[in-house]
């Protein structure tokens, strides 16, 4: 574990931004390897003049020469007086009074003091998705939940008001102006996703802000010193802010500081008297600045002047690239050489996993910058606020040069998600683990060409009826390259490394679904959450680690207002049936009740429809021990002729587990109304007789050859089933995911195979590059999440191995009501077709009249002689 917050080093590996920066001369840095980038980022704008800049080296060293005391408080700083003075000669209007600090989010906190012991009040109100810094104060002003979650932010006093909405600020002023002490903003919200307001809605709201005697506080901690093209972003206001705040540019690249200018007006004695920090005011820094001060203004501000007119270029440059690819950019936007490049909601297109993922977690930009610095050479970063959002910061010394090379990286990287080639965009990821191998620049064409509504974040965390989570995961490789076509281009090794990348990005928002509506009028609505592991990964060593990352899932559901969250597939199995998950907020189903119910069901319907007559049948359950084989096992003892429970003969406790799966089928059968025994087993079980219809074994193979129908509803992760070793006549429903049934081609084989637990919902489902079944057929797991999010039932469901048949009853009898039936067969993707049936039923007409099954009153039906007595 790094000794350096240990949190970010994570991250930064698992993007692989890792890498450790040596050397840096201007706009260029250089790794470890050599490998030389282009600095496309200036450490969120505090390197105006790139990395090491003579200029400023050239102040320390005279400091150092003159041997210039650097802190001497609490006796005077000529240097520190001397910035001051600068600062109130090059500041706009009457701004005269600085308070020097260290940092951007100390001026804002120095700001803040000042505003409140001056006016006597304590409210400060701010903008929305505004970002003035991390300190408490700071984060409080800061109008983002997601900075502010844990640390009791915000404080008291602090509000928002919309970015850009004079109405809203004038509505806001009207009501309390006499509780607030100050109105902070920035010009440009900077990790708010580079948003730009109104032309003249900042010098609106100062004066807005004079005239109902509140006090401004303008944060131009990213703006100032020259990023926007002008020296302040306000130079050219008439009405200038009480407070003008500066940082980040202001040391050079080389010192930490920052200063709060302030208008006479607004200054308090008070203040001047009880603040102070340790190491404001230091002469080093100070010394810093008026170079850098100097820099920016010498031949009438040349530098400047070149940023106005170079990012004019570069944004031209952008918007170009944006209508040669509309799919990709949806906006460019900001000033001089602060921009940022909001990209399209990826996660909308239905064709990338690893793109949904990123876009509703906020990884969107993080794989880019990725991408560009791995491969490009070229660094850029997300924006704190919007992850759509890539942030563009040069420092202020790049020439045009610098600029192409930039805009030609993102080009490539354009096109490469024009064209859906997420393999390009993330391989490096994975072969960078190889040293042997590689990853060189993509050599694409670059030719222009141009081929809904973006889903909301949850809110909240209180719980919404209707809304829903469900966990789902990969099944197999195939899922994979399902919802990725173009990771097929992976070799066996990067694809098991891409396997182990995927899964340092834990559990996540994948998919929004469209809403549900029950036949009731009733809707749901929600979300698949991934947790990215294959069963393999699930067992063994890598069961708890997977029973973390459900659970995280749950919770980040629970925190998003689901009423109910579904666990899909072996997320089921590897938490007992949701015994590990549960207690955590939110209630949870495993689904395997509604799957078990439906499976029935359509085992029903296709005996009807195929003439097999199951109160005569041998009906075989494979798996019989656990969650679904159990309460399949009960259901269908109600009807079946005779049965056999087959548990895993590599398991020792597996005689047991099936005598007690015997056992309570006899209970219950003795328990049951007499309307829901029309079996021959339940009948004679009713006349008290023996018990020789109901068996159990361990040996697979000599039981499936006396079978009329099989439910398969293991939890082994591998092919159990070869369906030609099957007599004709056999009719078998697979349940278990992945499944245990192997494919073949059953031409002429009289064997009838389909997936079992599968539902058709009262309206379609659309779940984008995770759709592995029709629209109108979904999970059995899936389909009872949604059923009890519109019931509203808030008890947790369908935990652990020991489902009951009254839970089962009532999910049936909520299933009829709302509109969920079993779906039509089908068989590894592939729809049951009618002539399929037709030849089937055929074939259990001839075994009937050849075997005589439905006449013979009893079979002995004897297997390793289990019978439970």
């Known amino acids: 574990m790094s000794s350096l917050n240990p949190a970010r080093t994570q991250l930064l590996e698992t993007f692989a931004l890792d890498a450790a920066m040596i050397r840096g001369s201007g706009a260029r840095l250089f790794d470890q390897h050599g490998e030389e980038y282009l600095d496309f980022l200036s450490q969120y704008g505090a390197l105006p003049f790139g990395h090491n800049p003579e200029r400023g080296w050239a102040a320390l060293r005279d400091a150092h020469q003159a041997q210039l005391p650097s802190m001497i408080q609490p006796l005077r700083s000529p240097e520190a007086e001397r910035l001051a003075h600068k600062l109130a000669e090059v500041t706009p209007g009457d701004l005269a009074i600085t308070t020097l600090t260290n940092s951007g989010a100390e001026t804002v906190e120095a700001a803040i003091k000042l505003a409140r012991i001056r006016t006597g009040r304590s409210a400060i109100l701010s903008t929305h998705n505004g970002f003035h810094g991390k300190t408490l104060g700071a984060l409080s002003a800061t109008g983002k939940p997601l900075y502010q979650q844990g640390f009791n932010a ?56 004079r005239r109902y005697g509140v006090l401004t506080i303008l944060d131009e901690i990213q703006t100032g010193l020259g990023r926007t093209g002008q020296l302040f972003a306000c130079s050219d206001f008439r009405e200038v802010p009480d407070m003008l705040l500066l940082s980040k540019a202001l040391g050079g690249g080389l010192m930490p500081i920052g200063a709060c200018i302030v208008r006479p007006s607004a200054w308090d004695d008070r203040f001047g008297r009880l603040h102070s920090s340790t190491f404001a005011n230091n002469g080093l820094a100070a010394t810093v600045a008026c170079a850098t001060l100097d820099q920016l203004l010498e031949d009438e501000e040349a530098l400047i002047r070149q940023v106005a007119e170079n990012g004019a270029y570069i944004r031209a440059r952008l918007e170009a690239l944006q209508r040669d690819y509309p799919n990709v950019i949806r906006e460019v936007r900001g000033r001089g050489y602060m921009l940022g490049l909001e990209f399209q909601p990826f996660e909308e297109r239905g064709d990338s996993a690893i ?25 850029t970063a997300p924006l704190f606020n919007d992850s759509r959002v890539l942030r563009l910061q040069p420092p202020l010394i790049l020439d045009r040069a610098g600029l192409d090379r930039a805009v030609e990286a993102l080009a490539v990287v354009c096109n490469i998600l024009h064209r859906s080639d997420y393999f390009a965009l993330v391989r490096h990821l994975v072969v960078r683990r190889h040293k042997s191998e590689a990853v060189e620049p993509v050599a694409e064409s670059l030719a222009s060409e141009t081929t809904v509504t973006e889903p909301a974040p949850l809110p909240g965390a209180e719980a919404v009826k209707g809304r829903f989570g469900f966990v789902i995961h990969y099944t197999e490789n195939e899922d994979i390259f399902r919802s990725d076509p173009s990771l097929r281009q992976f070799s066996d090794t990067e694809l098991d490394d891409w396997k182990s990348w995927v899964k340092r990005l834990g559990p996540g928002f994948v998919r929004q679904i469209p809403q549900v509506v029950s036949k009731t009028g009733e809707i749901a609505s929600g979300w698949l959450l991934s947790v990215p592991m294959l069963p393999g990964d699930m067992r063994g060593k890598g069961r708890n680690e997977a029973r973390e990352m459900i659970a995280g899932a749950v919770d980040l559901a629970g925190a998003h207002g689901a009423c109910r969250v579904g666990l899909g597939a072996f997320t089921s199995i590897v938490t007992r049936g949701g015994e590990t998950v549960t207690g955590r907020g939110v209630p949870v189903t495993s689904g395997n009740t509604l799957t078990t119910v439906s499976a029935v069901k359509a085992i029903t319907r296709l005996c009807e429809r195929t003439g097999v007559a199951l109160e005569e049948a041998h009906v075989v359950v494979v798996g019989a021990s656990g969650a679904i084989g159990r309460l399949g096992a009960m259901l269908l003892a109600r009807r079946a002729g005779s049965m056999t429970l087959i548990g895993n003969a590599q398991n020792p406790f597996a005689p047991r587990l099936l005598a007690k799966v015997a056992d309570e089928i006899r ?34 193979d000599p039981a499936l050859a006396e079978a009329d129908i099989v439910l398969v509803a293991t939890s082994s992760d591998t092919v159990l089933v070869d369906p030609t070793q099957l007599r004709p006549g056999t009719l078998v429903c697979d349940v278990a995911r992945p499944p245990n049934v192997a494919k073949a081609d059953l031409t002429g084989s009289g064997v009838l195979v389909f997936d079992g ?30 059923l009890l999010a519109l019931s509203g039932e808030k008890s947790d469901f369908s935990i652990g191995s020991s489902l009951s048949l009254a839970g089962a009853d009532l999910l049936a009898n909520l299933a009829e009501k709302h509109g969920f039936e079993p779906a039509e067969p089908q068989w590894y993707g592939d729809m049951v077709t009618e002539d399929q049936l037709n030849r089937f039923a055929g074939q259990v007409r001839a075994h009937q009249s050849t075997n005589s099954i439905a006449l013979l009153p009893a079979r002995s039906r004897k297997l390793t002689a289990n019978t439970g007595r």
């Not at 102006?177 to 109104?198: K, M, S, T, W, Y």
């Not at 759709?771 to 009872?784: K, R, V, Y």
Request: proline share 8%; hydrophobic share 45%; charged share 15%.
């Open 154 to 209: 915000p404080a008291p006093d602090f509000d928002y008001v919309p970015f850009g909405d004079l109405a809203a600020l004038e509505a806001r002023l009207e009501t309390c102006a006499d509780l607030i002490a100050a109105f902070i903003l920035e010009p440009i919200q900077g990790e708010g996703g580079v948003v730009c307001p109104p032309e003249g809605y900042v010098e609106a709201a100062i004066a807005l802000c």
């Open 355 to 379: 793109m949904a993922h990123a876009g509703l977690n906020g990884g969107v930009t993080a794989l880019i910058a990725s991408y560009l610095a791995n491969v490009q050479k070229v660094l």
């Open 667 to 700: 209970l219950s059968l003795a328990e049951a109304p007499g309307s829901e025994r029309s079996g021959r087993l339940a009948q004679a079980m009713r006349q008290g007789g023996d018990s020789q219809g109901l068996s159990w074994t361990t040996d697979l």
């Open 757 to 786: 637990g599968l539902v058709s919902p009262p309206s379609p489902v659309d779940l984008g590059p995770f759709q592995t079944l029709p629209a109108n057929i979904a999970w059995g797991c899936l389909s009872e999440t949604m």
